[in-house]
Nanobody
Framework: QVQLEESGGGLVQAGGSLRLSCAAS????????MGWYRQAPGKQRELVAT???????NYADSVKGRFTISRDNAENTVHLQMDSLTPEDTAVYYC??????????WGQGTQVTVSS
């Protein structure tokens, strides 16, 4: 079994920064992709940023230039540095792991609230 645990969420003023972290434990295998999704009230869960085990990153257009995703050398943790935050970034952020197509693991989510 695989477990993902997020941390680093909180309340921040517009223009501020937060750094999210996700630690994966359990049996992780395959050419995996790790990343972050978010869901705001009344909206569908959407991709924020992902990174493959080889270091290829993908970002949503809305966060390009503001957010940076990274993984450690062991590829069992993933981070999301969020700068220049706006109230539109307010959401629950979920860590996500896909070892291979058809197998998905999700964290419990961490709340990010950006005030004006």
């Amino acid at each position: 079994q695989v477990q993902l645990e997020e941390s680093g969420g909180g309340l921040v003023q517009a223009g501020g920064s937060l750094r999210l972290s996700c630690a994966a434990s359990g049996n992780i295998f395959g050419a995996n992709v790790m990343g972050w999704y978010r869901q705001a009230p009344g909206k569908q869960r959407e991709l924020v940023a992902t990174m493959t085990s080889g270091g290829s990153a993908n970002y949503a257009d809305s966060v390009k230039g503001r957010f940076t995703i990274s993984r450690d050398n062991a590829e069992n943790t993933v981070h999301l540095q969020m700068d220049s935050l706006t109230p539109e970034d307010t959401a629950v952020y979920y860590c996500h792991l896909t070892p291979y197509r058809g197998l998905n693991y999700w964290g419990q989510g961490t709340q990010v609230t950006v005030s004006s």
